[in-house]
């Protein structure tokens, strides 16, 4: 039975398969390859992109597709995550799609080996799904990204968007940079090599190909961080003053907090892939069922 819990679960191969997978679906449409097949998704965070993006995918192999709102389940009753999770496992769904503000418990409940786990955002560590559709993005515009550079900007400290996406970019070859305030930028453990770290963009915006701008994850923050944002964007929000022509992709998982991370005006740029990121995930994610469910 394989996971996804993190995208070192992942060899090459299955890296290569998923990609190759996903530029073919982007390309025409499968036929139902996972018919008779069920997912259930179960999100304990809020989601606009990734659940509904697994939940199309699915419905586009052919899949049925269960959702189960933590909110209105047993869990208000006081059953164990464990206890919910075994008693969906003894329905059969072919998968499990689950998001988490911790980051062990998609780990914890593929250890029980009931059924595939999915893991679609856990905590401050990973977020894979998310990783491959920016790899996939990333690829799609420079063909090779060995060797150029990503300077990921904001709430890194937070974020499992940059914590996975840092692991898979350096092992496929990028340079990967940190940007942002001292108190977003993460300790030397986050990732297993020091990436360079700074404080403004404008010193290294010159070197690099690509940025990746983060939301502020307000909802992992004991106590604000910053008394306004509005100071934290003069800094860090991504503008086209700060871009001006040069041949950079900007990238954002989303959700945008729009003139905070990104300003309007280079949101409606070309260079920018915000959309281009949504859709690469919808192939992304038929792909990864398809790995799990199909050819593993
Ligand atoms: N949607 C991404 C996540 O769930 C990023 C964000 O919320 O800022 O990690
Ligand atoms: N990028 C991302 O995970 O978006 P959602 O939180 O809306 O799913």
Same mark, same amino acid.
């Given at each position: 039975?394989?996971?996804?819990?993190?995208?070192?679960?992942?060899?090459? =191969?299955? #890296?290569?398969?998923?990609?190759?997978?996903?530029?073919?679906?982007?390309? $025409? +449409?499968?036929?139902? &390859? /996972?018919?008779?097949?069920?997912?259930?998704?179960?999100?304990?965070?809020?989601?606009?992109?990734?659940?509904?993006?697994?939940?199309?995918?699915?419905?586009?192999?052919?899949?049925?597709?269960?959702?189960?709102?933590?909110?209105?389940?047993?869990?208000?009753?006081?059953?164990?995550?464990?206890?919910?999770?075994?008693?969906?496992?003894?329905?059969?769904?072919?998968?499990?799609?689950?998001?988490?503000?911790?980051?062990?418990?998609?780990?914890?409940?593929?250890?029980?080996?009931?059924?595939?786990?999915?893991?679609?955002?856990?905590?401050?560590?990973?977020?894979?799904?998310?990783?491959?559709?920016?790899?996939?993005?990333?690829?799609?515009?420079?063909?090779?990204?060995?060797? =150029?550079? #990503?300077?990921?900007?904001?709430?890194?400290?937070?974020?499992?968007?940059? $914590? +996975?996406?840092?692991? &898979? /970019?350096?092992?496929?070859?990028?340079?990967?940079?940190?940007?942002?305030?001292?108190?977003?930028?993460?300790?030397?453990?986050?990732?297993?090599?020091?990436?360079?770290?700074?404080?403004?963009?404008?010193?290294?915006?010159?070197?690099?190909?690509?940025?990746?701008?983060?939301?502020?994850?307000?909802?992992?923050?004991?106590?604000?961080?910053?008394?306004?944002?509005?100071?934290?964007?003069?800094?860090?929000?991504?503008?086209?003053?700060?871009?001006?022509?040069?041949?950079?992709?900007?990238?954002?998982?989303?959700?945008?907090?729009?003139?905070?991370?990104?300003?309007?005006?280079?949101?409606?740029?070309?260079?920018?892939?915000?959309?281009?990121?949504?859709?690469?995930?919808?192939?992304?994610?038929?792909?990864?069922?398809?790995?799990?469910?199909?050819?593993?």
């Amino acid at each position: 039975m394989k996971h996804l819990i993190d995208t070192n679960d992942l060899s090459n =191969k299955q #890296i290569d398969d998923i990609l190759a997978d996903a530029i073919k679906f982007k390309k $025409s +449409s499968p036929p139902p &390859l /996972l018919a008779n097949k069920v997912m259930l998704t179960l999100f304990f965070e809020d989601s606009t992109r990734t659940r509904s993006s697994f939940e199309i995918a699915g419905k586009k192999l052919g899949m049925s597709v269960v959702h189960l709102n933590p909110s209105t389940s047993s869990t208000k009753k006081g059953e164990t995550l464990q206890d919910t999770f075994e008693n969906l496992c003894a329905m059969d769904p072919n998968t499990i799609v689950i998001r988490h503000s911790q980051n062990d418990i998609p780990s914890q409940l593929s250890a029980l080996d009931l059924t595939p786990v999915i893991n679609a955002g856990a905590g401050n560590y990973a977020h894979p799904t998310q990783a491959m559709l920016d790899y996939m993005t990333l690829k799609e515009h420079f063909g090779d990204i060995k060797g =150029k550079t #990503i300077a990921i900007v904001g709430d890194i400290v937070t974020s499992r968007v940059a $914590s +996975s996406a840092t692991r &898979l /970019l350096t092992r496929m070859g990028m340079n990967v940079i940190f940007v942002g305030p001292k108190e977003f930028l993460p300790p030397l453990s986050f990732t297993s090599d020091a990436m360079p770290q700074y404080e403004s963009l404008d010193k290294i915006i010159e070197n690099v190909d690509a940025v990746m701008s983060l939301r502020v994850q307000l909802e992992r923050h004991e106590t604000p961080v910053f008394k306004d944002y509005e100071s934290y964007a003069k800094k860090y929000c991504i503008t086209k003053d700060i871009i001006k022509d040069r041949d950079i992709l900007i990238l954002h998982p989303g959700p945008v907090m729009r003139n905070i991370d990104i300003t309007d005006e280079l949101l409606l740029d070309d260079r920018c892939k915000v959309l281009t990121q949504v859709k690469n995930g919808l192939y992304v994610r038929m792909a990864i069922l398809k790995n799990l469910l199909l050819d593993s």
